[in-house]
């Protein structure tokens, strides 16, 4: 029998060649992105998803080309969230195109690659020899994939949604070359506070700068203060949104709630975060 000392090299694998290779065209597909920013909370169900979602819409809105990344492979929520769920993937030779939503911003997700939910996770190609059956749990090597194999085009801005948990954040930091920046989520509860202290303690050891501290559910819960908790970091407060039944409403429907609802008090508070991002990005 042999063992894995008797295999010369890479037993012709060339597994370093293909990683290479895989590296640089995720180098070329990110070339034409402005700004990778990753949303985060150690928290889950604070709303990331939900404000990943709104956010990119309110960017498309101030006319940015904005595209989202749903990093939340078991869990994706995005393409329903934005109203494309169901939608079809072109697979051509510069990749996998990503479909737009109304507003014009273009979502990747796991979630569009399963033809049912109950299916394994397969690229939906027109050929046998194209479709690629993803296997295992190798979570990095998924999200290497998705962001070498997407066809992004030019865009100010790439929303990367993730999923929750402090490691996260520097799995993609290890794969994006020049990562912009992470916004954190946080709701008003202790729990959520003492979570999010330490995301934002992993996020500052990333090299990307931390664009800033949301409070989402404002009003939901009489909670510590959110503009504390970034003063206590050195970070900026980029605002509150407040629990809007409409606005959860609406993104279960999938409709952009920014666009349709222009007036609301959590639909002016999502512009003026926007803005502060837009802002924070320019000056890099
Ligand atoms: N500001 C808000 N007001 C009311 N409901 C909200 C708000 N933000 C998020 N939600 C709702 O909370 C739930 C969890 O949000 P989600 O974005 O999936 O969180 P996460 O991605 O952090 O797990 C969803 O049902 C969503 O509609
Ligand atoms: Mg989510």
């Known amino acids: 029998m042999k063992r894995y000392k008797d295999i010369a090299g890479d037993g012709g694998s060339n597994i370093v060649g293909q990683v290479e290779a895989q590296q640089a065209r995720l180098r070329q597909r990110l070339g034409g992105v402005r700004a990778i920013v990753a949303i985060m909370s150690g928290k889950g169900g604070v709303g990331k998803s939900s404000l990943t979602a709104n956010l990119a819409c309110c960017l498309a809105l101030d006319g940015w080309r904005v595209g989202v990344l749903d990093a939340d492979l078991n869990g994706p929520s995005i393409a329903k969230l934005l109203g494309i769920r169901g939608a079809r993937l ?132 009489s909670g510590p203060d959110a503009a504390g908790l970034a003063r206590e970091f050195a970070i900026p407060f980029l605002g509150s949104v407040p629990f809007d039944r409409a606005l959860a409403a609406a993104g279960d429907r999938g409709e952009a709630f920014v666009a ?23 000056s890099r």
Do not use: C, Y
């Not at 027109?126 to 295992?136: I, L, N």
């Not at 100010?156 to 948990?165: E, F, K, M, Q, R």
């Open 260 to 282: 349709t609802h222009p007036e609301s008090a959590s639909v002016v508070a999502l512009r003026s975060i926007a803005a502060k991002i837009r802002d924070a990005l320019r």
């Open 90 to 221: 072109a697979v051509g030779e510069a990749g996998v195109a990503p479909p737009a939503t109304g507003l014009g911003v273009k979502v990747m997700s796991m979630d569009l690659l399963l033809s049912s939910d109950a299916s394994p996770l397969t690229w939906d190609a027109p050929t046998q020899e194209e479709s690629h059956t993803w296997r295992g749990a190798m979570e990095a090597n998924a999200l290497r994939e998705f962001l070498a194999d997407t066809d992004w085009g030019e865009l100010d801005a790439l929303l990367v949604d993730l999923p929750p948990g402090t490691d996260r954040l520097t799995t993609l930091a290890s794969l994006v070359p020049g990562l912009a920046g992470t916004v954190v989520v946080t709701i008003p509860s202790d729990v959520s506070h003492l979570v999010v202290k330490k995301s934002i303690t992993v996020a500052g050891q990333t090299k990307a700068p931390i664009l800033g501290l949301v409070e989402n559910m404002s009003g939901l819960f």
